[in-house]
């Protein structure tokens, strides 16, 4: 499954994955296309079997701060957003643990890792406490089990917290437990500014973290859930070639193959947040060297002789962005002079008995003529296996291109290659765009 590996209707940022039984869990935030703000008032869970994780399945909502048509209120006290959940399992039970915007956040149990969960009880904090907790508010609560059944919150805006939870009932904050700026807090550009996301692996505590330059993901290690934290470094950044916003999520291993679940932006906001996965190594030495944004998921490599959705694009460069028309139609819009659009990778297999295949593109006109340049392995000094001419309308372009074999990232580059675009001499036509792109696919 690519990236995002979601059905490409379903917005769930701030992904926290975790493996209960054979099953990957995904809990996050919820967003909607094209709204002017941060996630709703309710939470969804998805899942997929650890061994096809190109089957996804959704349970529905999870827990809800407003009633809707099929569900009541689960906090009384509040109707405020829901953002970045998290769920653990101790002793045969999952807990819920839920940031509620502007109001006291809470914890929730099931039977079941997919819910739908009840409310145990708000957060319980020690009167001593309040004021340096945000009175009860936790952002982006992450929550670790140890192995000796000790249970660890960590959460914060611009400052890092932690705490010990009482285990007997997972929702009161032990008396002396509470720990401030466990990472950093200031400006530089590995401080901590949101989305604590604890882990252990081995014998080493991870917090993965969004730093002050919030495009990235960032970890930092331990060798006490209490700390201190020793910075690490960024594990991936979603601004690089691509319209950046904020970052969330954390990492899991999946079969033995370890990933880092993060999100990127759509619908040229930073609100429109889309569910997305990188595989990922940790070294022997504790390190994790950073990844690049690619159109993969989950796949090792993607064909080129499917059809392939333009949403899926990792670089897009010049301003073009991806747009949700409705719930079926998702297109790569904007393309002026000069843009780049990016997928990364694809197995051309091996053929040494063709020079040439066969390019088309879905295209929606913009009332401009143009011309994509198609290239492999990089937009600026890659090869180019081809170009393609761009009408005014609605159509499918097609042209023959060089035969490749191998793995390539692929790229198109769109010029303005009849002057249709690019007038000084008309105030508002300067660079306006040359079409949209829907998909694309290659034939032999």
């Not at 009175?135 to 929550?143: A, E, K, Y």
Request: proline residues 5%.
């Amino acid at each position: 499954m690519a990236n995002p590996y979601l059905p490409n209707w379903e917005y769930i940022p701030d992904g926290e994955p975790r493996v209960f039984g054979n099953r990957v869990y995904v809990y996050g935030s919820h967003d909607t296309a094209g709204s002017g703000k941060f996630c709703d008032f309710k939470l969804k869970v998805w899942s997929a079997d650890v061994n096809d994780l190109n089957n996804w399945i959704c349970h529905g909502d999870s827990f809800h701060t407003r009633a809707d048509r099929d569900h009541e209120s689960d906090t009384p006290w509040t109707d405020g957003e829901l953002y970045a959940p998290d769920v653990i399992e101790k002793d045969g039970k999952y807990y819920l643990y839920a940031y509620i915007f502007y109001a006291k956040g809470c914890v929730a149990v099931s039977d079941r890792p997919e819910g739908p969960f009840r409310l145990l009880s708000q957060y319980r904090v020690p009167a001593m406490y309040e004021n340096d907790m945000d009175r009860g508010v936790f952002v982006d609560p992450g929550v670790l089990v140890d192995d000796d059944g000790r249970v660890y919150i960590y959460w914060g805006f611009e400052r890092s917290y932690m705490a010990e939870i009482n285990p007997e009932n997972m929702y009161e904050i032990l008396p002396g437990s509470v720990r401030k700026d466990i990472i950093p807090a200031g400006n530089g550009p590995s401080d901590f500014y949101e989305a604590c996301s604890p882990r252990k692996i081995g014998d080493r505590y991870y917090l993965i973290y969004s730093p002050r330059k919030g495009s990235r993901l960032d970890y930092a290690v331990s060798k006490s859930p209490t700390g201190p934290f020793e910075y690490g470094g960024t594990i991936i950044d979603n601004g690089v070639d691509y319209p950046g916003g904020n970052n969330h999520g954390s990492i899991c291993n999946i079969n033995g193959q370890w990933y880092v679940f993060y999100h990127r932006m759509t619908n040229n906001s930073v609100f429109s947040r889309r569910a997305c996965v990188e595989r990922i190594e940790i070294l022997d030495d504790g390190r994790i060297p950073q990844v690049e944004m690619t159109s993969l998921g989950f796949e090792g490599s993607l064909s080129p002789y499917r059809y392939v959705p333009a949403d899926i694009a990792c670089v897009l460069k010049g301003g073009c962005y991806i747009t949700e028309r409705n719930i079926f139609q998702r297109a790569v819009v904007n393309i002026t002079d000069g843009c780049v659009i990016g997928f990364k990778y694809f197995d051309f297999g091996e053929d040494h008995s063709s020079r040439t295949m066969e390019f088309s593109a879905k295209i929606r006109g913009c009332g401009a003529r143009g011309q994509v340049r198609i290239l492999i392995d990089d937009w600026k000094e890659g090869m180019e296996i081809g170009r393609c001419d761009i009408g005014l309308d609605d159509s499918i372009i097609y042209s023959a291109v060089r035969c490749v074999t191998g793995r390539h990232a692929l790229y198109f580059v769109f010029e303005d290659k009849y002057g249709d675009v690019w007038d000084f001499a008309k105030p508002g036509f300067e660079n306006r765009p040359i079409c949209e792109l829907e998909g694309f696919v290659f034939s032999k």
